[in-house]
């Protein structure tokens, strides 16, 4: 069962352009976290939110945390080449038993 | 520098050979798991373990095992690989008991078993 829906799959863009990636669920999670991967690597983890309504900024990237704790978003303003990558959504239901993965969005970001 | 190792990069092998990929993080963390990423499917977690000697079946156990032998090390072993096992595999590492639980990782082992 896919506990974590990210959409969209794909996603490419312009220099410039605005974005949002969604992680939504009908489960509700403890915390989420957000991991960008980048081909060869291993993910990288951007924030952790973990109260209902939170919203975190780092840079030109917000992140939010539905007041259910359902769900999250990723908003990214005026895109860059340098955020191409896979973005990961992962929610943990009880304090650090398994982490389930959202399946990921794919991210280009064009010159 | 604070890592999580996983060796080999890269390994082909035959249907019914013996193989382990060895993990060793260096940041005294308590808790490691192993992943496979596929294509379509995304990240699901194997083994995990939470602390030396206490590991712990994730989504996708069979066909694997593992070892939590010492803290710094988290081996994943396939007994009998067959080529349904083939996939990106992640190790990875975290401090439990903090308020921003990170997930370290390594930097995978690409599988392909014939």
């Known amino acids: 069962t896919q506990l974590l829906e990210q959409s969209p799959q794909f996603l490419s863009i312009q220099e410039g352009e605005n974005l949002t990636v969604y992680c939504n669920s009908s489960?509700?999670?403890?915390?989420l976290q957000w991991y960008r991967q980048e081909p060869g690597e291993g993910p990288v983890l951007l924030v952790t939110v973990v109260t209902g309504g939170e919203v975190k900024k780092l840079k030109r990237l917000t992140f939010q945390f539905g007041d259910a704790r359902k769900d999250s978003s990723l908003h990214i303003t005026a895109a860059q080449p340098g955020d191409t990558g896979l973005y990961l959504c992962a929610g943990d239901k009880f304090r650090y038993s398994t982490l389930t993965f959202g399946k990921g969005t794919m991210l280009l970001v064009s010159p | 520098e604070a890592q999580v190792t996983q060796n080999p990069r890269y390994l082909i092998t035959v249907t019914g050979k013996k193989l382990t990929v060895t993990c060793s993080q260096n940041m005294n963390h308590e808790y490691m798991s192993w992943y496979r990423q596929d294509p379509g499917l995304g990240l699901r977690q194997i083994y995990y373990s939470m602390n030396v000697e206490v590991t712990d079946k994730g989504d996708v156990p069979e066909g694997y095992k593992v070892s939590r032998k010492e803290k710094r090390n988290f081996p994943l072993i396939l007994e009998s690989p067959s080529p349904n096992q083939t996939s990106l595999y992640f190790c990875?590492?975290?401090?439990?008991?903090?308020?921003?639980?990170?997930?370290?990782f390594g930097s995978g082992t690409q599988l392909s078993v014939l």
């Open positions: 990875a590492s975290s401090l439990l008991g903090t308020e921003d639980e990170k997930l370290f």
């Open positions: 489960s509700v999670f403890s915390s």
